[in-house]
C-alpha cells in the first residue's frame, strides 16, 4: 500500500472514530448513568497509553542503569 493511501486510511478511520464517540455522547448526554460509563470507555485508551508509555519509560532507565 502506498504511503498516502495508507495515510487517508489512518485519516478516515480517526475521523470516524471521533464522529461516532462524538455522536454517541449527543446520544448519551441527558442519561448520568449512561453518561458515567462513556467517559469511562472514552478514557480507557488514555489510561492504557499512559500505563504503556510509563512502563516503557522505567524500562528505559533501567537498561541505561545496567550499562554503567
Excluded: H, Q
Excluded at 502506498?2 to 448519551?28: H, W
Excluded at 462513556?38 to 541505561?64: G, R
Amino acid at each position: 500500500m502506498e504511503d498516502r493511501r495508507a495515510g487517508l486510511v489512518v485519516l478516515g478511520g480517526t475521523y470516524s472514530i471521533v464522529i461516532v464517540s462524538l455522536l454517541s455522547f449527543y446520544y448519551v448526554k441527558d442519561n448520568d448513568t449512561l453518561n458515567y460509563y462513556w467517559c469511562w470507555v472514552f478514557l480507557c485508551p488514555v489510561m492504557f497509553w499512559l500505563w504503556a508509555l510509563i512502563a516503557w519509560c522505567e524500562a528505559e532507565m533501567l537498561s541505561n542503569a545496567k550499562r554503567i
